[in-house]
Each structure stands twice: as structure tokens, then as C-alpha cells.
């Protein structure tokens, strides 16, 4: 496995904000990093042939092996609240092209100490990183939202897997020492007024989604649910490589893609392309992600 780590594109201006209305509340993507990686296979499929993934990049026009892996924070302002969902690696970035909420936070108006409340879908480095700075709480003036499951499993560090272990040790350094300020909640317990952790268990121990409803509109914040626009929705069967237990993440992946295409609910992937927001619709034995456009404005 390879990464691209230059960031050959990084000299080329990008949009790093995106914001939109849902009912009364304010939704504000932010570009928090991306990487050039070179292994689409087995990225994204691990129990699929190099040749079937190439199969369905070349249908979809995109390059293979390369892909580049996006990273979105998502900001919601409603009742009178802003919230973060993941707010990324921050100074915790293995790589220069990622890391970057701080400059897309500032760049859409906001500031750290704005920050009312974080909430974590679950541990890896992506989601975590940002929780402190130079070993400081990096939201001065936030509550921590956490799912219990996904705390207690890796607090625990019981039985982690080789790979995970700069997770466990990332975890320890930046979550763990936040544990007396953290809000503990459970799949269908309301994080806010419209919000609710909805149970997607499997990409992590304890993976949240978040369903959110404001004046009517609906979103459905699927974080890691999914990893890849293309092949995690063509294939949900297909176990991404970063999926701690393979089996549970794809039962929990179409689950959730079942209810929001069934329901027209529009969806936020933390791995989506930039800017990271679009549609789900079912096809014979899987889904299709529908990148929006223009709904959001009108
Ligand atoms: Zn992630």
C-alpha cells in the first residue's frame, strides 16, 4: 500500500466550504483534507479481485489504481447550537494534504471557541485527531458527544489488531483524557433537538450514524457507513480494508442505504468527494450514489 503523500495537487485551489439550508438549520461541509492513494484495490474491496474493482472504476470514469480518499467535517447550526460531527486529523495528520479544518472552519466564517458541542461517530485517527491541540481540548467551549460502545471498546483495548494499534494509542493520547467532559450515548438517543445516533456498528465497534431533522427536511450523516462514492454503494458486500469487522459493517451499510433511498433522504459521507452530499438510490443488487446539485438552493 502506497500513498501519494505529496499531495501532487495541492498547489490547485479547491472548494473547501459548502453550505446549505435544511429546514431552519445551516449545514456547512468542510474540506478537511484528501490523499492520493494508489491501491483502489484491495482499498476498497478486500474479498473482491483486483480485475472487478478496475471493472467498475473504469464504468464510473475513474482512474485505477489512484483514487484520492476525501476527508469532510460536518457543521450543523441549529436551535441555537453549533455542532461539529468529526472534526478530522487536525495537527494529528500523517499527511500535509490533510488537516486542514481549522483553515476551512476559518474560511467559512467560524472559529474553535463558536464550537457548542462535538460529536463523534467513532475512534480512527480521521474522526479523532482534532479533539486536542498541542495537548489542549481543541473546542475550548464544547461538550463531547461519544457513542458508550465505541468509548468503552477501545478504553478497554482489548484484542486490538496490529494495524489498529496507532488508532488504540491515538485514542488514548487525545479521547480517553477528555472522558470526564464526554456525553455517553446510545444508538436512538437524541444528541440534540433533531438529531439521533442511529446504530451502524461494524466499521468500528460501536460506528454511529446521525439522523437529523430540521422543519421537516431530512439528512442522514452516514460518517463511515460507507468508505468509497463508487464502490461501497455499486458493492455493499465488498469489505473495505478499514472496516474493523467486515461482516457487521455491510449488514449495517445496507441497512442504512435501504432506509434513506426508500425515503429520498439525502446523505453526507465523511468520504464522499467534496462536497460530499448527494443521494441514494437502490439498482438491482445494490445502490447508486446521486451527487447533488442545485436542490439545496432552491
Ligand atoms: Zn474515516
Do not use: C
Not at 23 to 38: P, S
Not at 58 to 66: A, D, K, N
Amino acid at each position: 500500500m502506497t500513498n501519494n503523500q505529496s499531495g501532487r495537487n495541492s498547489a490547485l485551489v479547491r472548494p473547501q466550504v459548502y453550505q446549505f439550508k435544511l429546514g431552519d438549520a445551516v449545514v456547512t461541509n468542510l474540506l478537511e483534507g484528501y490523499v492520493v492513494r494508489e491501491d483502489l484495490h484491495p482499498f476498497v474491496a478486500t474479498n473482491a479481485t483486483a480485475k472487478e474493482v478496475e471493472t467498475l472504476a473504469r464504468q464510473y470514469q475513474l482512474p485505477y489504481p489512484e483514487l484520492e480518499h476525501s476527508f469532510t467535517t460536518t457543521l450543523i447550526e441549529t436551535a441555537g447550537k453549533l455542532i461539529a460531527i468529526d472534526p478530522g486529523f487536525g495537527e494529528n495528520s500523517p499527511m500535509p494534504s490533510a488537516g486542514l479544518f481549522a483553515q476551512s472552519l476559518t474560511a467559512a466564517g467560524y472559529s474553535t471557541d463558536d464550537i457548542d458541542m462535538v460529536v463523534i461517530s467513532h475512534s480512527h485517527p480521521d474522526h479523532i485527531g482534532n479533539l486536542m491541540t498541542g495537548g489542549q481540548p481543541t473546542f475550548a467551549n464544547a461538550e463531547i458527544v461519544y457513542g458508550r460502545r465505541e468509548f468503552d471498546y477501545w478504553k478497554a483495548g482489548e484484542n486490538i489488531k496490529d494495524a489498529r494499534k496507532p488508532t488504540l494509542a491515538l485514542f488514548q493520547k487525545v479521547a480517553l483524557p477528555l472522558a470526564d467532559r464526554i456525553r455517553f450515548i446510545e444508538p436512538n438517543d437524541t444528541i440534540a433537538q433533531g438529531i439521533t445516533a442511529i446504530e451502524a456498528f461494524g466499521h468500528s465497534a460501536g460506528h454511529l450514524a446521525f439522523h437529523i431533522e430540521s422543519a421537516g427536511q431530512q439528512l442522514m450523516m452516514l460518517n463511515d457507513t460507507v468508505a468509497h462514492y463508487v464502490a461501497s454503494f455499486a458493492q455493499p458486500d465488498w469489505a473495505f480494508s478499514m472496516d474493523d469487522d467486515p461482516d457487521a459493517a455491510a449488514v449495517a451499510r445496507r441497512r442504512v442505504l435501504s432506509r434513506v433511498s426508500q425515503d429520498h433522504i439525502p446523505v453526507i459521507g465523511f468520504h464522499i468527494p467534496f462536497p460530499s452530499i448527494g443521494y441514494v438510490e437502490a439498482t438491482g443488487a445494490g445502490f447508486s450514489f446521486r451527487p447533488a446539485s442545485y436542490q439545496f438552493n432552491v
